[in-house]
């Protein structure tokens, strides 16, 4: 797990996943530091911790992103000369795929004396994250969106940083964790770790390929298509479309064994237009056409294929052809 970032195996506190690990940072970091700041696109799992302490008096700042999603660094270099900050900017996004400067962010943070949080979650399957070289202080990972075992994940804490625990009442993992650890699912994320060390390259190509066909493929039936998020510097296996005029919580209505989502897929069943969207300069309007394919390292050529000929078939049968 260590190996897949970079970093040292006692700087990894296994837990249970991403949202905790981005709590973990959040939380506890807030006592060490005079403000937030988080970029509008971060994950909830970020920027929910956030708005709790907000609430409970902590200054917070929310980084602006451009069109494509990249956060403001402006904005950041103005703000991390005025106090002490804990900055926390994802790796990748997980509905537009963009992927931020994390070396150019570790910079800035280090010349300011800022801690550094990523959230590398969506990142490690197809990038090579290197904590060292990045200047990340503290970075979330998550066992299920590795290919690996839900129900596991790790802060990855740099050089002995304190943080003050969620939980107490043990001492395991430096007192970072009380709690004891599940052994069986450290040793699956281990195992996914090594998969995409070895993996991730060669993925990274083959996804892309994939995500290409499957817009080509939209596109070609549906002229009025926009792609969503940077046409470069953008996850492979992310691709977030908007459909003008369509509904496509309705239109996935049709499509019930597809795994599509509109926003983001943990916010599914919420009828909110995604934050990340809107932060991009989408139209509430245009935000309820999107649709987010995620593609992985299972997916193949006939899936791709599949899904845009029933989408644009879907679409057809409603008069509405794109
Ligand atoms: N961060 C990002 C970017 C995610 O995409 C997700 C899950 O989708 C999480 C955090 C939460 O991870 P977990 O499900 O391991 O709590």
Redesign the pocket.
């Known amino acids: 797990v260590a190996d897949v970032v970079g970093a040292r195996p006692s700087e990894v506190v296994f837990n249970s996943?991403?949202?905790e690990a981005?709590n973990l940072a959040l939380f506890g970091t807030a006592t060490q530091v005079d403000r937030l700041i988080v970029s509008a696109i971060e994950?909830p799992?970020v920027l929910e911790p956030a708005a709790v302490l907000r609430e409970a008096g902590a200054a917070v700042d929310i980084l602006p992103t451009d069109a494509a999603g990249r956060a403001d660094l402006g904005v950041l270099d103005r703000i991390l000369a005025q106090a002490p900050a804990l900055v926390s900017i994802?790796a990748a996004n997980?509905e537009i795929g963009t992927l931020q400067p994390l070396a150019e962010i570790g910079r800035l943070c280090r010349s300011h004396g800022a801690v550094f949080h990523t959230?590398a979650?969506?990142a490690l399957t197809t990038q090579a994250v290197d904590v060292v070289e990045a200047g990340v202080d503290l970075l979330s990972l998550?066992g299920?969106?590795l290919h690996g075992p839900a129900g596991i994940?790790a802060l990855v804490v740099r050089g002995g940083r304190s943080l003050r625990p969620l939980t107490h009442g043990g001492g395991q993992q430096g007192g970072r964790r009380p709690g004891t650890v599940a052994v069986a699912l450290c040793v699956g994320l281990g195992a996914a770790c090594r998969l995409a060390l070895a993996r991730r390259l060669q993925d990274a190509v083959t996804v892309a390929a994939l995500r290409d066909r499957l817009f080509d493929a939209l596109g070609d039936g549906l002229p009025s298509l926009r792609r969503n998020g940077p046409q470069t510097g953008v996850l492979p296996g992310c691709l977030n479309v908007t459909l003008p005029g369509v509904d496509a919580a309705d239109l996935l209505l049709d499509l019930p064994d597809l795994a599509v989502s509109t926003g983001s897929?943990?916010s599914t069943a919420a009828d909110t237009s995604s934050h990340v969207l809107s932060a991009i300069g989408l139209s509430a309007a245009d935000a309820h056409s999107s649709l987010r394919f995620g593609l992985g390292r299972g997916t193949t050529a006939r899936d791709v294929d599949d899904a845009a000929a029933r989408i644009i078939a879907a679409l057809r049968d409603r008069g509405r052809p794109g």
């Open positions: 996943g991403a949202t981005n994950h799992s994802m997980n959230d979650v969506q998550s299920h969106k994940g897929a943990c």
